[in-house]
Antibody, heavy 120, light 107 residues
Framework: EVQLLESGGALVQPGGSLRLSCAAS????????MNWVRQAPGKGLEWVSV????????YYAGSVTGRFTISRDNSRNTVYLQMNSLRAEDAAIYYC?????????????WGQGTLVSVSS | DIQMTQSPSSLSASVGDRVTITCRAS??????LAWYQQKPGKVPKLLIY???SLQSGVPSRFSGSVSGTDFTLTISTLQPEDVATYYC?????????FGGGTTVELK
């Protein structure tokens, strides 16, 4: 059974930093791209970033480019999202989502999410 | 960037009705389109990928089709458990943009 467990969400001040983690199990982690998707309270889904199976290719939404960095550790079956220069509009539930295959395959399984709040 | 426009933003239908949701891409994306269902308070669930391929375990009353850059999700016979918000997502290239969502309610 695919399991994705996010952690690291917290309340942070504008301009602050946060690192999210997602521990994966139930599938061959190194064989699949991994995504981060966020959802602000009462709003729709917003794709944030994807990292390829090996970690050599990364892609970002325009709204986070230059501020967020996705990475993965295939030895630990974990994907990360480093978030810097946080803004109020970054406040959301952040979901880790397994790709169906490579970077351009879209997610098929989602974690329960971790809440990021940005406020002074 | 390619934009994904979903319509309607919400709809109300009766149990047993046929429900159709549309997603239009601003440029060609071939069949690189997925549909997700998100029930209130729950995480999204993949329904359809490749525009028309049903994800394993998804009831057959859900189907997807494509005509050019117009994609359609159809629920053939609406059930009470289908109350949810539905999202399309294109994945031919980054950014993997979602549509704005369609909320389906029971009449």
């Amino acid at each position: 059974e695919v399991q994705l467990l996010e952690s690291g969400g917290a309340l942070v001040q504008p301009g602050g930093s946060l690192r999210l983690s997602c521990a994966a199990s139930g599938f061959i982690f190194r064989s699949y791209a991994m995504n981060w998707v966020r959802q602000a309270p009462g709003k729709g889904l917003e794709w944030v970033s994807v990292i390829s199976e090996s970690g050599t290719r990364t892609y970002y939404a325009g709204s986070v480019t230059g501020r967020f960095t996705i990475s993965r550790d295939n030895s630990r079956n974990t994907v990360y999202l480093q978030m810097n220069s946080l803004r109020a509009e970054d406040a959301a539930i952040y979901y880790c989502a397994k790709g169906r295959g490579g970077s351009y395959s879209g997610p098929d399984y989602w974690g329960q999410g971790t809440l990021v709040s940005v406020s002074s | 960037d390619i934009q994904m426009t979903q319509s309607p933003s919400s709809l109300s239908a009766s149990v047993g009705d046929r429900v159709t949701i549309t997603c239009r891409a601003s440029q060609a994306i071939s069949t690189y389109l997925a549909w997700y269902q998100q029930k209130p308070g729950k995480v999204p669930k993949l329904l359809i990928y490749g525009a028309s391929s049903l994800q394993s375990g998804v009831p057959s009353r859900f189907s997807g089709s494509v005509s050019g850059t117009d994609f359609t999700l159809t629920i053939s016979t609406l059930q009470p458990e289908d109350v949810a918000t539905y999202y399309c997502q294109k994945y031919n290239s980054a950014p993997l943009t979602f549509g704005g969502g369609t909320t389906v309610e029971l009449k």
